[in-house]
């Protein structure tokens, strides 16, 4: 029987209230000291499994006790001095001690918005004596939020900070009332609309901001009374969906991210949302961030749900513009590219600039469970066993299941490296080559350096590379294009490749000096035949697909259809 998106959402909310109740208590009576908001999330699936009925009656009311001491407690923090610079905020690190900790501009953002939905979600009106108490008390910190008035900024960058204040104006003006935040919100909500159907998002691939933005309209839209608010706010989440689906497969997030965090790469799950609103793989076993993810109920607009599900069956491939907002609009347009099959998907940013913590992710080919295979020169805050810190230095050439990528490094890198990541899977490696199947994906991997070392890691594997001039081809095959090369295992599939090795070239300077050029050839299995080239100085000197260089006026700034 075919699940509703009702039905996962019910079935995740469950899961995540069973965790909650799971979670052993600090001593300072909260589960989690490094984000306040973790405690509030688990606390509110606990709380609503329960007045949803998903719980056992024996333990429901147990359960339901334990939820509103924590979501108390989570209150409590919040700075209710009207004379401090700091009021109405929450702190966001706990440790060491909760009760002195200072407050923090980001948790009211969206623990804001999603105070005000849970609120008119569970609050009834034949309640208990502790009911009364958190609603009372929920009541008090969403007028707090309201009279502090963080969410009152001028729209200027339209980013997830900007999406949050929008939503925040929207909620806030219609609960208390206040007609001029109400229209100051709504002709900002008009505002972004017609910036990101212009231009499209600029905050490419990142996560946590991406699902911010999520989250917080879908607040409002749940919230919303007003029939032109309610529209606009169907529009942007529209937009929002149809962003999710480009970049969708099977639960992972393909291509560059601007932003990552720990649970994104090399294993993508921040997948909690994809797996209701989609439910294409299996129900995730571990909440790496929860969210509001079994809180929500908007279902995705029906077509845009049959896309992101057709995404992992079918062979699809996107080219799209990502300009830059001011100030950074000189820095000129960036090019991301996605190519989709039943097997697998690859993905990337053709062009690299410095991103917010240099936690970025410039391209990969993902395998089922999420799993990711790329390869990176180790940049600012690198350090083994944390894959998303890479230098500036590399040119890459993205075409179908192909990845060739050069990275020149100067003579006195801090990390003379190459750093790659292999899903875990059938591996056989060869000098200068690695032929793995991981799933119906087959992969092959050349390399211009030696492997220096291949560790083990909690689901994947971290292999690196001494030097300073590296070079690498992956291609990836789905299990008809493995057998038409007569490749039924990878030893097989390491011979084929091993005929097919790409030319990588390693020019020293004049005297043995400093590298000149480094570039790479290859004729890839599927037809191709790719080039690339950088100078003396490390910049792209030759990037083509059989002889023509790319082609930028094909790329297109992605828009809501």
């Not at 720990?262 to 799950?269: E, F, I, K, M, Q």
């Not at 084929?496 to 004049?510: L, Q, S």
Request: overall charge negative.
């Amino acid at each position: 029987m075919t699940s509703t998106v009702e039905d996962r959402r019910k079935e995740l909310l469950l899961a995540a209230a069973e965790e909650a109740k799971r979670l052993p208590l600090l001593a300072s009576g909260f589960w989690f000291h490094g984000d306040v908001r973790d405690n509030l999330y688990f606390a509110m699936h606990l709380y609503a499994a329960c007045a949803e009925g998903l719980l056992d009656a024996a333990e429901a009311a147990r359960s339901e006790e334990q939820a509103i001491a924590m979501l108390r407690s989570v209150l409590s923090l919040q700075n209710r001095d009207k004379g401090d610079a700091m009021y109405g905020h929450w702190p966001l690190g706990l440790a060491p001690d909760p009760w002195q900790a200072k407050p923090h501009a980001l948790p009211v953002e969206l623990a804001g918005c999603l105070l005000a939905l849970f609120e008119r979600r569970y609050r009834d009106s034949a309640t208990t004596e502790t009911r009364a108490a958190l609603w009372s008390e929920i009541n008090e910190a969403c007028r707090h939020i309201y009279e502090a008035g963080a969410y009152r900024k001028a729209l200027i960058h339209y980013g997830h900070h900007d999406a949050k204040y929008i939503a925040q104006q929207l909620i806030w003006g219609a609960r208390f009332g206040d007609g001029a935040l109400l229209a100051e919100g709504r002709q900002h909500l008009e505002q972004l609309l017609a910036y990101i159907n212009e231009w499209g998002r600029w905050e490419y691939g990142s996560l946590p901001w991406f699902w911010h933005w999520m989250q917080a309209f879908t607040c409002a839209a749940e919230l919303a009374e007003d029939e032109a608010i309610a529209a606009g706010l169907d529009d942007v989440l529209r937009f929002l969906w149809s962003e999710r689906v480009l970049y969708y497969w099977r639960g992972a997030w393909v291509g560059p991210h601007n932003r990552v965090l720990p649970h994104d790469v090399p294993l993508d799950r921040n997948h909690l949302f994809d797996y209701v609103q989609f439910g294409d793989f299996p129900l995730p076993q571990r909440f790496d961030r929860l969210e509001a993810a079994g809180l929500l109920r908007r279902e995705a607009p029906v077509d845009l749900r049959a896309a992101a599900v057709r995404a992992g069956s079918e062979v699809s491939e996107a080219k799209v513009r990502i300009p830059l907002p001011p100030p950074r609009e000189q820095e000129g347009a960036r090019h991301a590219y996605v190519y989709k099959t039943a097997a697998y998907a690859l993905g990337g940013m053709w062009e690299r600039a410095e991103e917010y913590a240099n936690e970025q992710h410039r391209w990969d080919v993902t395998v089922a469970g999420g799993a990711q295979l790329f390869f990176f020169p180790p940049g600012d805050g690198w350090r083994a066993g944390d894959p998303r810190h890479a230098s500036e230095h590399g040119e890459v050439l993205l075409h179908r299941g192909v990845a060739a990528a050069l990275y020149p490094l100067p003579a006195d890198a801090a990390s003379p490296l190459l750093v790659g990541c292999l899903p875990q899977g059938e591996w056989v490696r060869r000098e200068r080559l690695l032929a793995g199947r991981v799933g119906d994906a087959w992969l092959v991997v050349h390399l211009l350096r030696d492997i220096g070392t291949w560790t083990e890691r909690d689901g994947w594997i971290e292999l690196t590379c001494e030097g300073t001039a590296h070079g690498v081809v992956v291609e990836a095959l789905g299990a008809a294009e493995a057998a038409a090369f007569g490749c039924a295992s990878a030893h097989a599939l390491a011979d084929a490749a091993a005929a097919r090795a790409p030319r990588f070239v390693a020019e020293a300077g004049d005297g043995g000096g400093p590298l000149a050029a480094l570039g790479v050839a290859y004729a890839s299995l599927g037809g191709a035949n790719l080039a690339l080239r950088t100078d003396a100085a490390g910049a792209l000197a030759k990037r083509t697909i059989d002889g023509a260089s790319v082609d930028w006026s094909a790329y297109r700034i992605h828009r809501s259809e």
